[in-house]
């Protein structure tokens, strides 16, 4: 089975994967931008959408690591030409994760107060932390089903379909938001920060609906539950333990960041929200090329196409550093413009221009770290990225944030901490990849 890596084959899964991938921190940034620009309570209610935001990525990584352990195995048979043997197994795999989700809503929604008071939430913070994660947190079961539909597709090489999906439930998030949170007068009344959480599920119960409806509709794979397990689920399990406790070293380091970054005052947190924010959105912007790194490796390997696989991330590379460059110049170019879309609060602002030069200055590094990541993910080589997010987050991440906490660097020392956390990350696959793929190149 022949695999293009041309420019244009690249683009034409990356492309997509990058838009779908975008319109997920632009569902909190929209929550950001709308909640920071409100009439009273402003401060508080962004630093409250920031803490649950971090609590509720974490949750969604832990759990939405699906999407790439299917399109792993996927795209991997669809390479051997054998697709049909693991045809059921994405249905298998999303009644297992949004089971879980249900427990999760059972086990989080009773203590969210005791959650948010470990994030150093208090008095006002912490009371609009628990409405809107109250009412945020039923939209969970939805984006883990979307999640693993989307990595159906990704298996499959198509990523036009999930594209199609997250404009769809993006834009509508963006319409609900203003007008749940600032109302229509004489029609509906302003909601404020609880309109912002009602505009989230909706979208996310929308995306799940659509993408549920693509799958049926143009593949062939079904979301029927059949009681003879595939052979596969073995190690779908498998890949999803290593990747479960990776994203436990992941969301680690974010809920310090967050919690450090609450004990400094709300206008750190505020500042912090913002900037993270910012960080997701250049993150799930390069996330495009670390896709179809997922997608074109997995089908590679399983085609035992070593040298295609070797030229394959050589191109990545160029693209995606490319690619993180363009972000941080326009970053550069529109950085007060910037700040001020999310809040007009002189004393965040101060805060948040001390360290948006480093977000910016990150993003080629996190080029490179998040493709290869998601080149790794496509070989299905989970227990190594497991090793590195643990020993980076532990041994560079941690260390650096308390030491420059210590000498009172505040939001730059946070910052900092996950730049050196993003380059302990990335230079190690690189090296791991070539030292892996180079010898099988040669011999083939």
Same mark, same amino acid.
């Given at each position: 089975?022949?695999?293009?890596?041309?420019?244009?084959? &690249?683009?034409?899964?990356?492309?997509?994967?990058?838009?779908?991938?975008?319109?997920?921190?632009?569902?909190?940034?929209?929550?950001?931008?709308?909640?920071? *620009?409100?009439?009273?309570?402003?401060?508080?209610?962004?630093?409250?959408?920031?803490?649950?935001?971090? %609590?509720?990525?974490?949750?969604?990584?832990?759990?939405?690591?699906?999407?790439?352990?299917?399109?792993?195995?996927?795209?991997?048979?669809?390479?051997?030409?054998?697709?049909?043997?693991?045809?059921?197994?994405?249905?298998?795999?999303?009644?297992?994760?949004?089971?879980?989700?249900?427990?999760?809503?059972?086990?989080?929604?009773?203590?969210?107060?005791?959650?948010?008071?470990?994030?150093?939430?208090?008095?006002?913070?912490?009371?609009?932390?628990?409405?809107?994660?109250?009412? /945020?947190?039923?939209? %969970?079961?939805?984006?883990?089903?979307?999640?693993?539909?989307?990595?159906?597709?990704?298996?499959?090489?198509?990523?036009?379909?999930?594209?199609?999906?997250?404009?769809?439930?993006?834009?509508?998030?963006?319409?609900?938001?203003?007008?749940?949170?600032?109302?229509?007068?004489? &029609?509906?009344?302003?909601?404020?920060?609880?309109?912002?959480?009602?505009?989230?599920? @909706?979208?996310?119960?929308?995306?799940?609906?659509?993408?549920?409806?693509?799958?049926?509709?143009?593949?062939?794979?079904?979301? /029927?539950?059949?009681?003879?397990? *595939?052979?596969?689920?073995?190690?779908?399990?498998?890949?999803?333990?290593?990747?479960?406790? /990776?994203?436990?070293?992941?969301?680690?380091?974010?809920?310090?960041?967050?919690?450090?970054?609450?004990?400094?005052?709300?206008?750190? &947190?505020?500042?912090?929200?913002?900037?993270?924010?910012?960080?997701?959105?250049?993150?799930?912007? @390069?996330?495009?090329?670390?896709?179809?790194? *997922?997608?074109?490796?997995?089908?590679?390997?399983?085609?035992?196409?070593?040298?295609?696989?070797?030229?394959?991330?050589?191109?990545?590379?160029?693209?995606?550093?490319?690619?993180?460059?363009?972000?941080?110049?326009?970053?550069?170019?529109?950085?007060?413009?910037?700040?001020?879309?999310?809040?007009?609060?002189?004393?965040?602002?101060?805060?948040?221009?001390?360290?948006?030069?480093?977000?910016?200055?990150?993003?080629?590094?996190?080029?490179?770290?998040?493709?290869?990541?998601?080149?790794?993910?496509?070989?299905?080589?989970?227990?190594?990225?497991?090793?590195?997010?643990?020993?980076?987050?532990?041994?560079?991440?941690?260390?650096?944030?308390?030491?420059?906490?210590?000498?009172?660097?505040?939001?730059?020392?946070?910052?900092?901490?996950?730049?050196?956390? &993003?380059?302990?990350?990335?230079?190690?696959?690189?090296?791991?990849?070539?030292?892996?793929?180079?010898?099988?190149?040669? *011999?083939?």
């Amino acid at each position: 089975m022949s695999t293009d890596i041309s420019f244009k084959a &690249i683009n034409k899964l990356a492309v997509p994967a990058l838009i779908a991938g975008i319109s997920e921190p632009i569902l909190s940034i929209t929550d950001t931008a709308v909640v920071g *620009n409100m009439d009273f309570n402003a401060t508080e209610s962004l630093a409250a959408v920031g803490i649950v935001g971090a %609590f509720i990525s974490m949750l969604i990584w832990v759990l939405g690591q699906t999407r790439s352990a299917i399109s792993s195995i996927v795209s991997q048979y669809l390479g051997a030409d054998k697709l049909d043997l693991v045809k059921n197994l994405p249905a298998q795999a999303i009644y297992l994760i949004t089971s879980l989700s249900i427990l999760i809503i059972l086990a989080t929604y009773p203590f969210a107060k005791e959650i948010f008071k470990l994030y150093n939430a208090s008095d006002l913070i912490l009371d609009f932390s628990v409405t809107y994660y109250q009412i /945020r947190v039923f939209g %969970f079961p939805f984006t883990l089903f979307t999640i693993a539909v989307f990595g159906a597709f990704r298996g499959l090489q198509n990523t036009y379909y999930p594209m199609v999906v997250a404009l769809v439930g993006a834009s509508l998030n963006i319409i609900l938001d203003f007008v749940l949170v600032y109302g229509v007068k004489d &029609i509906i009344p302003a909601m404020h920060i609880e309109g912002a959480a009602y505009a989230s599920v @909706i979208a996310q119960f929308t995306m799940a609906v659509l993408s549920g409806i693509f799958l049926l509709r143009k593949t062939d794979i079904p979301l /029927r539950f059949t009681l003879l397990i *595939n052979k596969e689920m073995k190690r779908f399990v498998l890949m999803i333990a290593n990747l479960f406790i /990776r994203t436990l070293a992941l969301n680690l380091a974010l809920y310090l960041a967050s919690a450090f970054s609450t004990g400094y005052g709300k206008n750190y &947190i505020a500042a912090y929200t913002i900037a993270i924010n910012l960080w997701f959105f250049g993150a799930f912007f @390069i996330d495009g090329y670390a896709s179809a790194g *997922n997608i074109l490796s997995g089908k590679l390997y399983g085609a035992k196409r070593y040298k295609e696989l070797l030229a394959l991330s050589k191109k990545l590379i160029v693209y995606g550093v490319l690619v993180g460059i363009g972000l941080a110049l326009a970053g550069y170019v529109f950085y007060n413009f910037i700040g001020s879309i999310f809040t007009k609060e002189p004393l965040v602002l101060i805060e948040f221009y001390k360290v948006f030069w480093l977000v910016l200055a990150m993003q080629p590094l996190c080029a490179l770290a998040f493709i290869f990541d998601g080149v790794f993910k496509g070989l299905g080589r989970m227990k190594y990225l497991r090793n590195l997010l643990l020993i980076s987050t532990l041994f560079v991440f941690i260390p650096t944030l308390f030491i420059m906490d210590h000498y009172d660097f505040k939001l730059i020392a946070v910052f900092t901490a996950f730049t050196l956390w &993003i380059v302990a990350r990335g230079i190690p696959l690189i090296i791991k990849f070539n030292q892996t793929f180079k010898p099988l190149a040669e *011999n083939s």
